[in-house]
C-alpha cells in the first residue's frame, strides 16, 4: 500500500511463463526497479506460495504484468495465459493490475547479460531481468 506520509508506492512486476515467472520490484519515489528472483511453475502452474511470501514482504500497491504480443500487435500465444493470471492475482490479492508490451524485452535482458555462459548456468536469470526492464519501463511511462 503507499506510504500515507511519503506518497511512496511499491509495484511488482511478473514476467510469466509456464516454466518460470520473473519478478521485480520498483517504487514509485525513485522510479526504479530491480530483480527480485525467479519463480519455478509447480506443473505448469504458478507457485502461489513462493508469490504470496513476495507481496507479503513487499506490499504493493499494484502489479504490473508483461504481456506478450505479435510484432503486429495481435495476441500472442502466450498471452491467454497471462490474461487468466492476471485475474488471478486480482482475486487472490484484491490489487489492480497494470500490463505493458513485453515484446523484445527477454531479447533486451540477453543483450544486458554479457556472460552468455551465466544464462546457461540460470535459465531464471533472464526472466527477472525482463521482469525489471518491463517495470522500468512502465514506471518511466507511469511514475516519471
Keep these: 500500500m503507499p506510504d500515507k506520509e511519503t506518497g511512496l508506492k511499491t509495484f511488482i512486476c511478473f514476467d510469466y511463463g509456464k516454466k518460470r515467472i520473473g519478478v521485480a520490484t520498483g517504487q514509485s519515489l525513485t522510479c526504479t526497479a530491480s530483480e527480485l528472483e525467479t519463480i519455478k511453475a509447480v506443473e505448469n502452474k504458478p507457485d502461489w506460495q513462493s508469490i504470496s511470501r513476495i ?40 490489487l489492480p493490475v497494470y500490463f505493458i508490451d513485453e515484446r523484445l524485452s527477454s531479447r533486451e535482458a540477453e543483450q544486458q547479460i554479457d556472460n552468455k555462459r551465466a544464462i546457461m548456468r540460470d535459465k531464471g536469470l533472464v526472466d527477472k531481468m525482463a521482469a525489471r526492464i518491463l517495470l522500468q519501463d512502465w514506471l518511466d511511462q507511469n511514475e516519471g
Design 55 to 94: 507481496i507479503q514482504q513487499w506490499q504493493p500497491a499494484a502489479f504490473v504484468l508483461g504481456l506478450p504480443l505479435n510484432d503486429d500487435g495481435s495476441d500472442h500465444q502466450m498471452t491467454k495465459a497471462v490474461r487468466k493470471f492476471s485475474n488471478q492475482l486480482k482475486e487472490r490479492y484484491r
